[in-house]
């Protein structure tokens, strides 16, 4: 993009008298324009030429002393400045409003009667961001303070543009957590089956393509799932919400998993465009019957830890991805979830993160981590987690979920 | 990643190699155009050297499936390796694009 307009037609617009044609917009003739010149003369003159141009907003300073006062108190749109003048010159204005970052982008206009280029080039290194020739033209003026000022303009809509974007993202993040387990959600599914969740939830952008949930199916059975849709951002993000609201329009009944899923993966494909699906694995642990039974459809594979298998097994997680072709089916697995097992589940960004190839954590890894086998005391999870952080360098490249579900064992919670 | 398209007589064949990702979707899209302008029936994309594919290549090859499918093309995948091997089955995509020995 480019901001600058072609001097040609500025000067046109400038060079009209005021009335005439078109002048700057209001927006820009309302900015505020500093005038800074030791000589009162030519003070009183730049006023009249600035006023023919439509700008009445003006304000004066005699020495650089006194404008960098106004600049603090004022904070002007536009500074045209003279170079020599008593107490403080132009250049050292320059350089002192350069310094500080509140006025780093401040267009300073600099009258100068310079014509040797080593003379010119000081100016430029002083900071400065034009300069005027001495003696003042009008037209040359009122084309340069209204080009400074067209920028400076549209440099401010492009900031508020951003900030309010940013403030957008930051709404839509919130909803994003939102549409994940409470705390107190957490703590009432903790009371009524015994199962305590740990998670954490990361995304390498503003907002993200993984989501996971838990909740209640009736008295002895808990549902849970995790999902990574493809790519991460916004794209990825609102699909999390249009699976959030086909789950919550279309509730599993507790009966038949695997026609559930074929269903909900149908219409994710419907809605979805062509290449965009999800991985994921879902299912519920039954307390009373002390099994999990699930559906995954490629998820990773999840890590289960249970009394018979104290050094934990990978489950099988393979199956067509939700939403990859209309006419999915699936297959429900059923493993012994008795009281003190555990199942860790999580994203690919755990075993993929930064290099797909060499991947800095994989299975053998997280079985370590979830099993003893780093020495560092603490709840499984908390050291899964802090050894991946320790592990990764520098910011994910893919959206992080980890989610850790626990059944205390017997006349333990 | 790279690539390379050949006719051999009534099929296309694509080559890839690297990594087919996000970042590869200009190049891949391109690809698949050149192959099906060829005007052939069928079309081989031979994965042999690609060294890995993220769930945005998966997309691609599904998306590579449709498309060649709305213009009567016959699509399928050839020598898998590695990680390349292990998502495909694990993603179960050979039960939606044929895999050819």
């Known amino acids: 993009m480019n901001f600058i307009q072609p001097p040609s037609e500025t000067l046109s617009q400038a060079e009209a008298p005021t009335g005439a044609a078109p002048g700057p917009e209001q927006s820009i003739r309302d900015s505020k324009i500093l005038v800074v010149d030791d000589q009162k003369m030519v003070r009183e003159l730049l006023k009249i030429y600035l006023q023919s141009g439509g700008y009445q907003n003006l304000l004066f ?65 002083s900071g400065a961001t034009d300069m005027v020739g001495k003696p003042i033209n009008d037209a040359e003026l009122l084309a340069r303070v209204g080009i400074h000022l067209q920028n400076r303009h549209m440099l401010r809509q492009l900031s508020h543009y951003r900030e309010s974007m940013e403030r957008d993202l930051q709404l839509a993040r919130d909803m994003q957590h939102r549409i994940m387990p409470s705390e107190r959600e957490l703590g009432a599914l903790n009371e009524k089956y015994g199962i305590e969740i740990r998670s954490h939830f990361e995304t390498c952008d503003a907002l993200g393509g993984d989501m996971w949930n838990a909740w209640p199916i009736d008295e ?46 149908r ?17 519920y642990i039954d307390m009373r019957e002390n099994v999990m039974r699930y559906i ?26 939700l939403g990859m072709t209309a006419d999915s089916q ?27 190839v060499n991947p800095v954590y994989d299975e053998d ?18 050291v899964i987690h802090a050894d991946f952080c320790d592990r990764v360098e520098g910011p994910l490249d893919d959206d992080l979920t980890m989610v850790m579900l626990s059944r205390p064992t017997q006349g333990e919670g | 990643m ?23 979707y200009k190049e891949f899209q391109e690809v698949m155009k050149s192959a099906t302008d060829a005007g052939k029936k069928s079309c081989i994309i031979d994965l042999s050297a690609l060294q890995s ?29 590695g990680p390349v091997k292990t998502v495909l089955e694990h993603t179960k995509i050979n039960e939606v694009i044929p895999i050819v020995a």
């Open chain 1, 61 to 125: 300073a005699g020495d650089g002393d006194e404008a960098l006062d106004v600049i603090t108190a004022e904070e002007p749109d536009l500074v045209v400045l003279d170079l020599q003048m008593p107490r403080m010159g132009g250049l050292e204005v320059c350089q002192t409003l350069r310094a500080d970052p509140q006025f780093s982008m401040l267009p300073v206009l600099v009258q100068t009667a310079a014509d040797s280029a080593e003379d010119r080039a000081e100016v430029f290194r």
């Open chain 1, 220 to 265: 002895n059975r808990m549902g849970f799932h995790i999902i990574d849709f493809t790519g991460h951002g916004v794209v990825a993000s609102l699909n999390t919400f249009r699976f959030q609201s086909l789950v919550a329009a279309t509730r599993f009944d507790g009966n038949d998993q695997e026609a559930y899923i074929a269903k909900i993966s």
């Open chain 1, 267 to 283: 219409r994710l494909h419907s809605m979805l465009p062509a290449g965009q699906f999800a991985t994921a694995i879902g299912g």
């Open chain 1, 296 to 321: 995954a459809a490629a998820g990773p594979k999840p890590f289960l830890i249970s009394p018979e298998t104290p050094d934990g097994m990978f489950l099988p997680s393979d199956g067509r991805p």
């Open chain 1, 330 to 356: 699936y297959e429900e697995r059923e493993v012994a979830f008795p009281p003190g097992s555990s199942l860790f589940m999580y994203s690919d960004a755990l075993t993929e993160t930064p290099d797909m």
């Open chain 1, 365 to 382: 890894r997280i079985q370590l981590a979830l099993t003893g086998g780093l020495d560092e005391a603490g709840h499984p999870f908390d």
């Open chain 2, 2 to 24: 790279s690539n390379a398209v050949n006719v051999h007589g009534d099929h296309v064949e694509i080559t890839l190699s690297g990594e087919l990702t996000f970042s590869s």
């Open chain 2, 53 to 81: 594919i993220d769930s945005a290549g998966i997309g691609m090859l599904l998306f590579a499936n449709d498309e060649t499918k709305q213009t009567n093309i016959d699509l399928s995948l050839r020598g898998p390796q």
